[in-house]
């Protein structure tokens, strides 16, 4: 029996009429023999020597800057913007430490560099710093529209703000105005011009560190004060990691958070779009009992090999998990996979029922049905068998709700579902799926679609503020399970602010294959 593309009878060897939808998905371009013939000159076989050598350099740099603020400020946020920062948390503490005594910073550019990177190392500097700015009735001053370095520096140090610092929503109003006037004036500070354009697109907080580091490499060469060191560096370095991604992508089927997106995406599918809704309830019961036999046999035959793949991918990990640590991970796997399916079939029932949510009762559901908490959980407990230690009973008790510990988790994967309804809400519906925020929005409150993104971009800026003020108080919740909300954030902005996930064409698939395939040109 052939399945067409947009009505397709059940396939599953049954005779069953059912009319089925199909999300008309390409084929992957993306095949295995392609994949097996990536290669690269750069190996850590080859480069180990040399890279050492550079690091060891780098770290004199960073010895010999320690007597001069605005150097200290500039190495720090060079190593951070070209991706190597990893090879210097010793040193990049040490100056983070030296930095938050200093009082003696005074024009604007320096003076939000610094507050922008203690913030995002962890030190909860006062906005009292930027008063120096502005005038008696709280406004900045108006010769500072013609620093646009300055400009630019205060923009991004106002994206690591927290919720009620009105002086950092008052900068990003002020410098937003102003940047936009610049863009026409620049003239022949083209690179500079490059930066304000970047940012204004998003800001660099936002973006994802490896992308963010290829853009900085190409740019950093055109400072004045650059240094070649940092720069050869850096550029070794993105080839030797762009040689692991490579090895990587070879090895996928054994990598686990590879097999729990597969396993997450065929699910979500089958939700969105191919099962029936009294198919999706048997599912979803199915799940919350969490057991194999006569659960098993009460699935359609479909059915039955996506909940196989989930329950064996599941208890294979806590397994795992417990051989190494001791600990047992089973019941927040469980969990994970019980919110995500509940949060699925919530959607479908909306979906047979032509019912639009309100725009609470939606945001209430689809931060769960993003799946970014059950990745956050997944990619956490995975992290453990690669050499982490960091999972004790007490980490494990922030991924309970009930301790009130996962406001990150909450934060990040909110970010993540409203960047992805601002990016692929369109192509959704035309396929057939669930109103989004931004159609909720528009029938609740009778607003145009353009009101509505507005809507959506304003509480994303609100729910970073939110993950910043967890992000600099987050007490004893783990710190890699920190930096992977923050990573989910800055992907989901990536992801839709390009093609999404449904295409392997376009942006995404120009960005994939610079990243995986194209080394920069180094000089060793």
Not at 142 to 168: M, V
Not at 189 to 212: F, N
Not at 337 to 350: D, F, G, I, K, P
Request: with cysteine; aromatic share 10%; proline share 3%.
């Amino acid at each position: 029996m052939a399945c067409s593309n947009n009505s397709i009878v059940a396939c599953n060897g049954s005779n069953d009429p059912l009319q089925r939808r199909s999300a008309n998905y390409h084929a992957s371009i993306w095949n295995p023999e392609l994949i097996e013939s990536f290669t690269t000159p750069y190996t850590y076989e080859l480069y180990a020597n040399r890279l050492d050598e550079l690091k060891q350099k780098a770290k004199d740099l960073f010895a010999s800057a320690k007597e001069s603020t605005s150097e200290l400020l500039k190495l720090t946020d060079s190593v951070q913007k070209l991706g190597v920062a990893y090879y210097f948390e010793e040193e990049i503490k040490e100056a983070m430490n030296i930095l938050k005594g200093d009082a003696t910073i005074k024009d604007l550019n320096a003076t939000s560099l610094h507050f922008r990177l203690l913030r995002e190392y962890g030190h909860p500097v006062s906005t009292d710093v930027f008063d120096k700015f502005r005038k008696r009735d709280g406004r900045f001053h108006d010769n500072l529209r013609e620093d646009i370095e300055g400009l630019l520096s205060l923009f991004e140090a106002s994206f690591l703000g927290i919720e009620g610092e009105d002086i950092l929503e008052e900068a990003n109003i002020f410098c937003t105005e102003h940047l936009k006037e610049s863009l026409g004036t620049l003239g022949s500070k083209i690179i500079l011009a490059e930066q304000v354009k970047q940012s204004l697109d998003i800001p660099s907080y936002w973006r994802m560190p490896r992308i963010e580091a290829q853009n900085f490499i190409k740019l950093y060469p055109t400072d004045d004060e650059s240094s070649p060191i940092l720069l050869t560096l850096a550029k070794l370095d993105y080839n030797l990691v762009q040689s692991i991604h490579q090895q990587e992508l070879k090895e996928l089927a054994r990598i686990g958070l590879t097999k729990f997106v597969c396993i997450l995406t065929a699910i979500d599918d089958m939700y969105d779009v191919y099962g029936s809704i009294d198919e999706l309830e048997l599912f979803t019961e199915a799940v919350k009992r969490w057991e194999i036999g006569a659960v098993l046999e009460e699935l359609p035959e479909y059915m039955q090999i996506c909940y196989l793949a989930m329950f064996n991918f599941g208890n294979e990990l806590a397994y795992d998990v417990m051989k190494i640590h001791g600990l047992n991970t089973l019941s927040y796997i469980k969990k994970e996979w019980e919110n995500l399916c509940t949060s699925y079939v919530v959607e479908a029932r909306w979906f047979s029922k032509g019912y639009t949510p309100t725009a609470k009762e939606y945001i209430e559901n689809a931060w769960v049905s993003v799946g970014s908490p059950a990745a956050i959980v997944h990619a956490y407990i995975l992290l453990q068998l690669q050499g982490s230690n960091d999972l004790t009973e007490n980490s494990l008790s922030c991924l309970k709700v009930e301790h009130g510990y996962d406001e990150m988790i909450y934060w990040s994967s909110l970010i993540s579902r409203l960047s992805n309804d601002l990016g692929n809400s369109a192509v959704e519906l035309k396929r057939g799926d669930v109103a989004k925020s931004i159609q909720c929005y528009m029938i609740e409150e009778g607003i145009s679609e353009e009101e509505a993104r507005d809507r959506i971009k304003s509480l994303i800026i609100y729910s970073w503020k939110k993950l910043n003020g967890k992000n600099l108080y987050k007490s004893d919740f783990p710190e890699s399970m920190a930096k992977m909300c923050l990573d989910m954030s800055r992907t989901a902005h990536c992801i839709f602010h390009g093609d999404g996930i449904g295409t392997s064409t376009g942006v995404t698939r120009d960005r994939l294959v610079s990243l995986i395939l194209e080394p920069i040109p180094v000089e060793l």
